[in-house]
């Protein structure tokens, strides 16, 4: 099964090569049907340059900013039956994406699989915090999504979709340009098929927005637009700070 890491960056020339040794690595591990893209989205710093410099990473230049744009790029550029999307900040662990296809395998219902953030450079207890957060998450993917029937979620930048679901729903909303947009695409996806978060399929990143905005601030307005999603089918919060390395 081939697969594609589409990995969207807007200004992240300090976080991108890191990226993206751990997940050249992964994809060498997988081997031959793995292909690495990079969406430079609108950046304005050494992004794309810095991206360039790693073989068999691919780079796609995105005028227009906005997450859901970079990751439809992403989605259309790509050639994999599993698109498996990844943040510019994010260190892919060991075995990550043997996992991934090992569940996709056994279930040939499931469209989207998630996992947790592991936030590696916050202090142990804005770490537990953040535990706390993701084991609410089994809420509506269980009973939103099997019993009430209003969707599921998922954690952007730690997910990975089956090809033939995003193009039964379309595809990315783009309109979507930072809130709401992974419960977005949750949502739809759970009305083709299977939407599961696992805590097997956890993620390193950074919690730099974290510590930006407060650890109970953002989880905060990151559920509120979960459930705006789900209530109103969009997010609450319109606009969104962006938040770089120094």
Known sequence: MKLSV?????NEEQYIGRCLKT???????????AEVIVINNASTDRTGEVARMYPGVRVVDEPFKGLSMARH????????ELVVNVDAD?????????RVIRTFDGNPRLTLLTGPFFYHDLPPLSQVVT????????VPNVVGQRVLRLGAVAQGGNFTARRSALVKVGGYDTSLTFYGEDTDIAVRLSRVGLVRFSFRIWMKTS?????KQGVLRAGTLYALNIIFMFIRGRPLTRTHQDVRAA
């Open 6 to 10: 589409v990995i969207p960056a807007f």
């Open 90 to 98: 994010c260190l892919m662990p060991p075995g990550y994406l043997g």
């Open 73 to 80: 790029r992403g989605y259309l550029e790509s050639r994999g």
């Open 23 to 33: 997940v050249l690595r992964e994809a060498r591990g997988y081997g031959a049907d």
């Open 131 to 138: 535990i706390v957060f993701y084991l609410f998450q089994f």
């Open 207 to 211: 919690g730099r927005r974290l510590r």
